[in-house]
Nanobody
Framework: QVQLVESGGGLVQPGGSLRLSCAAFGNIFSMFTGTWYRQAPGKQRELVAMITTDGDTNYADSVKGRFTISKDNTKNTVYLQMNSLKPEDTAVYYC???????WGQGTQVTVAS
């Protein structure tokens, strides 16, 4: 199984920023597309962003222009820079690959005053 560990979540005020990290145990993101998902209370898990092995990116419309996915293959890590955060961004954020492995614990992001 691919093992990924999310970190960087926390409580932030509306308009604030957070950077999430997804650490892989191996050169995963040189081989596979990396993804960020989120799941808010009472909602389905949704795809937020993805980055291909070549570095091409895609975003959900809800986060486009505010979030940036990136990666450092040397560090085996993908990132999600989240700016201009809104309360509706509150969710547990998960990273994964394509094809996916099992879902980890994720990291909680709470946007509130």
């Amino acid at each position: 199984q691919v093992q990924l560990v999310e970190s960087g979540g926390g409580l932030v005020q509306p308009g604030g920023s957070l950077r999430l990290s997804c650490a892989a145990f191996g050169n995963i993101f040189s081989m596979f597309t990396g993804t960020w998902y989120r799941q808010a209370p009472g909602k389905q898990r949704e795809l937020v962003a993805m980055i291909t092995t070549d570095g091409d990116t895609n975003y959900a419309d809800s986060v486009k222009g505010r979030f940036t996915i990136s990666k450092d293959n040397t560090k085996n890590t993908v990132y999600l820079q989240m700016n201009s955060l809104k309360p509706e961004d509150t969710a547990v954020y998960y990273c994964n690959t394509v094809p996916p492995g099992p879902w980890g614990q994720g990291t909680q992001v709470t946007v509130a005053s």
